[in-house]
């Protein structure tokens, strides 16, 4: 236990001093981990490993492939996203103007570990605890000639203990508890946050199926003294909440060697603070994954992952007015730039591919790429006054260790 809490403490204080990027399902990462990121971020149903099984379905500890064994699973994912702005003023005689984000790259980490309870009464329990970061973006346009000021980041971090309890050979129930750390830029500085959270989720497995589904609760965090939003030249506060989402999975195994794993999750983004602001609609995500044993050693993965762009278009805005964001009157041409240029979360089509090299019987190595497709989102003002654009696409790598003890 010692050693746990040793790891933990390291490596919670290496994702606290991460910085943020943008994920690829609306902000929120499409997978945890190395492995779920080869496979398109499925896990709801066959995570094959620790982290991604407490992202994904808490009640799928019992079914790791290290059970009824121990792991400890450590990961890197790196992240460069090429975000271009466009702000078109022709029709109020100020012409265009396109820049490029110069926000570096991002380092985002993940941890998991579990471990069976010996105790005799609790031998059906089987405990673990996550850390990783989960959501966010990173925008700097500070040294463009026309958004000199705009500098924006988002990032929640979530460490999550959780439990699972196999009710029968074939059926696990599991929750986890959510502590979310959470930080905001709106080039004032980071203001930091905290709230708390959760997930439940069950597993049941029928011959060479496995059917998996998880809930994770809204989770708010108030940021203060963000933004100056109405120009009243007092900074404001801001509330920003990750939805509520529901997760099922559906995994079979048609041969010993080859696993298929197709998930579909619905986030809510329309009906909490900050990205309901901001104009956001719900989210339904689908992915596919498959994983192929090659040989005893080597384990070969793809994937496919889709999310509709969660991003509405307000085509036809008022230049003039105002709209109101958690109660200040904010400057349509202000808003309506900060939801196009400043918070672009539109990347909707993402290609997976990875591997994993067992090492020894305890070592495994896993390597996994993402590319997303390049999205672009467009909207114009009434009478075609102002017109605002971005687009978005990257590549993401990710490594990771698996431990089995």
Avoid at 84 to 105: F, P
Avoid at 205 to 233: C, L, M, N
Avoid at 367 to 379: C, D, N, P, V
Wanted: hydrophobic share 40%; proline share 4%.
């Amino acid at each position: 236990m010692k050693r746990v809490i040793s790891i933990m403490s390291i490596i919670v204080l290496s994702c606290m001093l991460t910085t943020p990027a943008f994920c690829t399902n609306g902000l929120n990462a499409i997978g945890v981990g190395p492995t779920s990121r080869a496979m398109g971020g499925v896990g709801v149903a066959a995570p094959q490993d620790t982290a991604s099984a407490i992202f994904s379905n808490p009640a799928a500890l019992n079914f790791v492939p290290c059970a009824p064994g121990s792991e400890a699973v450590y990961g890197l994912t790196f992240f460069d996203a090429t975000v271009e702005g466009k702000i078109d003023l022709t029709g109020m005689g100020l012409g265009v103007a396109r820049e490029e984000s110069k926000a570096r790259a991002s380092i985002i980490p993940a941890i998991g570990i579990t471990s069976p309870i010996t105790a005799e009464r609790f031998e059906k329990f089987r405990f673990g605890i996550g850390a990783y970061g989960v959501s966010g973006f990173n925008i700097d346009y500070k040294e463009s000639s026309f958004l000199e000021d705009m500098s924006l980041q988002i990032q929640v971090m979530k460490f999550s203990p959780c439990i699972a309890y196999m009710m029968r050979p074939s059926f696990s129930i599991g929750a986890s508890l959510h502590i979310d750390y959470g930080s905001v830029d709106f080039g004032n500085g980071i203001v930091p946050g905290y709230t708390i959270g959760g997930q439940v989720g069950i597993l049941y497995e029928e011959g060479k199926f496995r059917f998996g589904t998880s809930y994770t609760t809204p989770q708010k965090i108030e940021h203060k003294r963000v933004a100056d939003f109405d120009g009243d030249t007092s900074l404001d506060t801001l509330d920003v909440e990750s939805p509520t989402s529901y997760a099922f999975g559906i995994a079979v195994k048609p041969t010993d060697d080859l696993l298929i794993e197709t998930d579909a999750k619905w986030y809510n983004w329309a009906d909490v603070a900050g990205y309901e602001d901001f104009g956001f609609k719900d989210q339904w995500v689908f992915a596919v994954g498959i994983q192929y044993e090659a040989s005893s050693k080597i384990a070969l993965r793809a994937g496919f992952n889709y999310g509709e762009n969660p991003v509405n278009k307000h085509n036809g805005f008022d230049l003039m007015g105002t709209t109101d964001v958690q109660g200040k009157d904010v400057p349509n041409m202000s808003y309506e730039t900060l939801r196009i240029i400043g918070i672009p979360a539109i990347v909707e089509k993402h290609l997976t591919l990875g591997f994993g090299y067992d090492m020894s019987e305890s070592v495994i190595i896993n390597l996994s790429y993402l590319h997303a497709f390049k999205e672009t989102i467009k909207e114009r003002s009434a009478l075609g006054m102002m017109a605002l654009e971005s687009t978005v696409e990257g590549d993401s790598g990710s490594v990771g260790i698996s431990w089995i003890f």
